[in-house]
């Protein structure tokens, strides 16, 4: 699989600015808020939002007082509806694939990617481009979908439940393989790319970045209580993985 892009995908597009657009979703209950948890002062930087999609993370960098944000995105959908939705003077959205960063020219003071590197089949040379990119000090911000939940299949129910339906236990299988999962999810034959927790942090180190911080996403119990159709399984497994790297020379 080379640059594929589902978010041009019309029903897969639709359904994805649905679920966002519910105020309760995972994006903006758990996903959002540890990564912007995890950003340095933005003030008079140069960012980089890689998969920037619908332009929502970009218009609140420029809002938080960087200097110009720069969001590349595969999908023409997305990019448009950034476009429309959330520009600024000091943002610009071009359409390229996250493989080919290595042709943009410019370095950056902070890189961030939300959701993206899910999609990326060669991990350690994409994190080697990134930080080409980046100038001394800079840092690098990220999140993807927790590699306990990128081993799924399809083959398997991803929790075993009571005969009520409550979630007793997350099912896991193929940990261990990595590669490309081709599942029915929201379409047949969605794509993404496994990979291991310790796959992710050598793909780091090789690049040469020093990792300050790594996360697991997490929720309040209060948030589970509240909705937990939605977000009961959250206490079996972590949905997303988050890092804080830096450059240092
Ligand atoms: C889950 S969405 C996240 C969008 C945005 N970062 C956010 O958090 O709202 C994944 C995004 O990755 C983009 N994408 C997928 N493959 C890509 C590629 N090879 N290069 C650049 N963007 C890609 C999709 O078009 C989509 O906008």
């Known amino acids: 699989m080379s640059k594929q892009n589902v978010y041009d995908n019309n029903d897969f597009f639709e359904n994805f600015q649905s679920s966002r657009s519910n105020d309760v979703n995972f994006n903006d209950c758990i996903e959002t808020p540890i990564l912007f948890g995890m950003l ?148 047949n034959g969605y794509e993404c790319y496994h990979r291991t927790v310790s796959s992710l942090i050598n793909g780091l180190i090789g690049a040469g970045f020093t990792i300050e911080e790594c996360q697991e996403a997490h929720l309040s119990d209060e948030m589970r209580a509240r909705y937990p159709a939605l977000f009961g399984g959250t206490i079996h497994r972590p949905e997303f993985i988050f890092f804080r790297c830096r450059k240092n020379n």
């Open 40 to 187: 340095p002062d933005l003030h008079g930087k140069k960012v980089l939002d890689i998969g920037c999609g619908m332009g929502q993370h970009a218009k609140q960098y420029s809002e938080m007082g960087a200097e110009s944000v720069l969001g590349i995105d595969l999908s023409e959908k997305m990019l448009q509806y950034a476009r429309e939705h959330n520009s600024s003077d000091n943002i610009v959205y071009q359409r390229m694939a996250m493989e080919d960063v290595d042709t943009i020219s410019e370095t950056f003071d902070i890189v961030t990617s939300s959701l993206v590197f899910d999609y990326v089949e060669d991990f350690p040379g994409l994190m080697r481009k990134i930080h080409h990119l980046m100038k001394k000090d800079a840092v690098f911000v990220f999140s993807m979908s927790h590699p306990i939940v990128t081993a799924w299949d399809g083959a398997y129910d991803r929790y075993t439940r009571t005969e009520t339906g409550e979630r007793l236990y997350a099912n896991l299988r193929n940990y261990c393989k990595e590669g490309l999962r081709r599942v029915d999810w929201v379409v």
